[in-house]
Nanobody
Framework: QVQLVESGGGLVQAGGTLRLSCAAS????????MGWYRQAPGKQRELVAT???????NYADFVKGRFTISRDNAKNTVYLQMNSLKPEDTAVYYC????????WGQGTQVTVSS
């Protein structure tokens, strides 16, 4: 059983930056895929970015050029550097991991004020 704990959310003004972290525990294996989804009020959860243990990344179009995903495989930790934040980036951001099963974190709130 993998547990995911996110941190780094908060309130920031438009144009600002935040860095999210997600640490996985409960596995002695390197997690295949780790990433981030988000869910804004009244909207469906959507993919933000993912990264494989080999370094392959996948980004949603709406964050390309602004957000960067990275990993520390030895620590089973994934990061999301968010730059040039916009009010529409306001959402709960969820960490996700795939290791034989799909796991979700509890989420961390990101609020971007205009």
């Amino acid at each position: 059983q993998v547990q995911l704990v996110e941190s780094g959310g908060g309130l920031v003004q438009a144009g600002g930056t935040l860095r999210l972290s997600c640490a996985a525990s409960g596995s002695t294996f390197t997690i295949n895929v780790m990433g981030w989804y988000r869910q804004a009020p009244g909207k469906q959860r959507e993919l933000v970015a993912t990264m494989t243990s080999g370094g392959t990344t996948n980004y949603a179009d709406f964050v390309k050029g602004r957000f960067t995903i990275s990993r520390d495989n030895a620590k089973n930790t994934v990061y999301l550097q968010m730059n040039s934040l916009k009010p529409e980036d306001t959402a709960v951001y969820y960490c996700t991991a795939i290791l034989y099963s799909l796991y979700w974190g509890q989420g961390t709130q990101v609020t971007v004020s205009s």
